[in-house]
């Protein structure tokens, strides 16, 4: 598990402080890092939690909505696949509960397709 942007920037929100999404300057600054890191380890397969961990392996025009459940690979035929954030689960209000379950649901086709290789 790592992070496509290894530093966080905040934002205050009220009382509390509130992670603001990496721009497209600190997501390429970052992209040595993650791929030393897939170097390294050789996965057998990358899930991208978000817009940011698709953007950053996919390229710019990544979107969730389009990408999830579909089959794809990364520049080196590394099988990969997309799904909403966990966080996005939590900001969901109203939808929190049809959101968990795309998540759940996303993660458990990928953990089948994992122990099928």
């Given at each position: 598990?790592?992070n496509?942007?290894k530093?966080f920037?905040?934002?205050?929100?009220g009382?509390?402080?509130?992670?603001?999404?990496p721009?497209?300057?600190?997501?390429?600054?970052?992209?040595?890092?993650?791929?030393?890191?897939?170097?390294a380890?050789?996965?057998?397969?990358?899930?991208?939690?978000?817009?940011?961990?698709?953007?950053a392996?996919?390229g710019p025009?990544a979107?969730?909505?389009?990408?999830r459940g579909r089959?794809?690979?990364?520049?080196?035929?590394?099988?990969?696949?997309?799904?909403?954030?966990?966080?996005?689960v939590?900001r969901?209000?109203?939808?929190?509960?049809?959101?968990?379950?795309?998540?759940?649901?996303?993660?458990?086709q990928?953990?089948r397709?994992?122990?099928d290789?």
């Amino acid at each position: 598990m790592t992070n496509a942007v290894k530093h966080f920037k905040w934002r205050q929100g009220g009382k509390r402080r509130i992670h603001d999404k990496p721009n497209r300057a600190e997501v390429d600054a970052c992209g040595h890092w993650l791929t030393l890191e897939l170097a390294a380890v050789r996965p057998r397969l990358v899930v991208c939690l978000g817009a940011t961990a698709a953007q950053a392996l996919l390229g710019p025009s990544a979107r969730v909505g389009a990408l999830r459940g579909r089959e794809l690979a990364l520049a080196d035929g590394t099988e990969t696949r997309v799904t909403i954030h966990p966080s996005a689960v939590l900001r969901a209000g109203e939808e929190r509960a049809e959101r968990r379950e795309e998540l759940l649901a996303d993660l458990a086709q990928v953990a089948r397709r994992f122990h099928d290789s």
